[in-house]
């Protein structure tokens, strides 16, 4: 049963990027053959956008070692979007040669998380982008950059981040001709009055080009920061199915907000995602075999949806 | 460890219902010396309006016999403000003997749940509440009346709650005077753009008489709704420590926001509740014990305060 007819261009478009953040916080390997499966119930979900994978090396990664060939599968799925995350120049160009849609670079807007997590200050990444663009534009690949600022509403290691210096790095990605910013908040920090003061602020710098919210639920606010981000203008939002995608600085905590409860919320505001909601129960339960142990997280999946939402067929 | 100093006048002001709306969901009765620990160690959470009961006939709602018991030793308890449940004109005057702060009576926006609970269309309840304003000025009671228009948002029973008729019965309640008005989610139905919709259509009739958002975290979007009435201008909630209230019409779903939950959804926003967090998390543990086997629920007490948030003392 879908929420609604699939419009030809929802109101609100969902990613959901569980088979690279979701797996990348979990150990085990999932098999290619069992992806391919997710990754096509994730498409008969009406999901358009997946990211399927990341160009990290494989001795970091095993669990995604098989990205080129998930991107090969995507590509043959009529109108879905593939996006890979891409750490470095390398990684860039094994997305380019697999041919993904976009490629994801992330961006700490915290300096204490930039050092730990890529060994690098915020503005050496920022030239590392540089010079992934510069290669893109030279090969005349048409994937697309898009920058992930993360940590930008909190740090586990430095604390608070400053919105001057998110804002700072926001004027960079523009002027560097990125093709869409987005803010995450990676670990769960985010209160839904900052969500809309720093996205109010982002937008005045980069327009139609800060394209992404990305939240965690840690703490409980993963809805009320989408909706906070959506109430300023935000339309596009990264997800997780069964909201999995756990934060390696916050034990026994939930991860990225659930696709499905995304999907509701958006149902349940009058705001077209395209997203069928059995479907994604479904594909829920089949990860909660999949990933047998691991806990999933969400709340419509409990209690299903109220009464006024249940539509005939 | 305060979230802040306790503020003459907190920004926003919560009220803890767990010990009327929390344990009338729960069969099992919790003895009196247990609930004035409970009352007396919320109190000193900063809790400064607690609901401790309800003024139902003994014989339906036998866990909630010591009501009047209950009101008494609030009112040892400087500055604590103690509100009853009163279902009818009987029950009204309980809560007057008992010397009550403020009385809250139910009156559901859905006709067929004031049906099915009552027993009485919303309009013979609105001429139950005449007849109880009537019998307190009477009396010259100095017991307030607050009525909480429940099912304001969708009913299990009847599906959709038409606004306008939840702003019919706003403006009735206006007409009779009664002193505060509030706007419930009783089910769990409630997204955020319908809750900033009808609060601030309510307001324009009921002005600041319109003071409680009553909300369940039945299907997830208990904070964000929380956020969204804030938003427009809602300074004042309900809420459960522990998150319980489960909805008898929800199995498994859990219930009310949590009282831990909303005072951090506040704190990071900035907004004084002059609540204690660990004292919170404390009284949440006490629970867990006091109601053995009971689900609790509530995000924050899993993962803890963000270091943002992390103040000394």
């Known amino acids: 049963m879908p929420f609604d007819a699939l ?79 891409v750490p470095n120049l390398r990684g860039a160009q094994a997305a380019m040669e697999a041919q993904a849609d976009w490629m994801l670079l992330p961006l700490s807007a915290s300096h204490a998380h930039s050092l730990a997590n890529l060994r690098k200050t915020p503005d050496e990444v920022l030239r590392e982008i540089e010079a992934i663009r510069a290669a893109r534009d030279a090969a005349g690949s048409a994937c697309r950059l898009e920058v992930g600022l993360s940590t930008a509403f909190g740090c586990t290691i430095q604390g608070r981040v400053d919105p001057a210096e998110v804002l700072r790095l926001v004027r960079a990605l523009v002027d560097l001709g990125v093709e869409r910013i987005g803010l995450a908040d990676t670990v769960g920090y985010a209160d839904p009055a900052q969500v809309a003061a720093l996205f109010t602020q982002a937008f005045e710098l980069a327009g139609d080009r800060l394209a992404c919210g990305h939240f965690h639920d840690t703490r409980g606010l993963g809805l009320a920061n989408v909706y906070a981000a959506w109430s300023v203008g935000v339309r596009r939002f990264d997800a997780c199915v069964g909201g999995i995608g756990g934060c390696p600085h916050a034990p026994g905590a939930s991860g990225n907000v659930a696709t499905e409860d995304v999907a509701w919320l958006f149902a349940s505001m009058g705001q077209p995602t395209g997203l069928d909601f059995e479907r994604l129960i479904a594909l829920r339960g089949r990860l909660a075999t999949w990933l047998d142990g691991e806990p999933l997280h969400g709340s419509i999946w409990r209690a299903g949806l109220p009464k006024t939402l249940r539509t005939p067929g």
């Open 7 to 85: 419009p030809a261009s929802p109101a609100v478009k969902v990613r959901d990027v569980a088979l690279r953040d979701g797996l990348q916080a979990i150990a085990r390997t999932v098999p290619t053959e069992i992806k391919r499966l997710w990754l096509q119930q994730a498409y008969e979900a009406g999901l358009r956008e997946l990211e399927v994978g990341s160009f990290v090396p494989a001795r970091l990664l095993p669990q995604l070692a098989d990205t080129a060939e998930l991107v090969t599968f995507a590509k043959t799925l009529p109108g879905l979007t593939a996006s890979v995350l």
